[in-house]
Nanobody
Framework: QVQLVQSGGGLEQAGGSLRLSCAAS????????MAWYRQAPGKEREFVAG????????TYADSVKGRFTVSRDNAKNTVYLQMNSLKPEDTAIYYC?????WGQGIQVTVSS
């Protein structure tokens, strides 16, 4: 059974930092694209960041570029999202995705 388990969310003040983790079990995602999405209240789920498996090339939404960093550790079957300079508009439920599998979602709340 494939599971993606997320950790690291919570409440942070504007300007602060949080690091999200997403660890997969049940199969290897070494050769899969890994990505982060988020969904704010009343809004659709949106792409945040992604990383390829071959060259670790990264892509970011314009709203987080320069503040967030996505990385992966294939040996641990894990993807990370380092979030710096957090803003209240970053408040959302964050989801990781590997292949067609989604994490359970984790709340990130940024207070002003």
């Amino acid at each position: 059974q494939v599971q993606l388990v997320q950790s690291g969310g919570g409440l942070e003040q504007a300007g602060g930092s949080l690091r999200l983790s997403c660890a997969a079990s049940g199969r290897s995602f070494t050769r899969d694209y890994m990505a982060w999405y988020r969904q704010a209240p009343g809004k659709e789920r949106e792409f945040v960041a992604g990383i390829t498996w071959q060259f670790y090339s990264t892509t970011y939404a314009d709203s987080v570029k320069g503040r967030f960093t996505v990385s992966r550790d294939n040996a641990k079957n894990t993807v990370y999202l380092q979030m710096n300079s957090l803003k209240p508009e970053d408040t959302a439920i964050y989801y990781c995705k590997m292949d067609r599998y989604w994490g359970q979602g984790i709340q990130v709340t940024v207070s002003s």
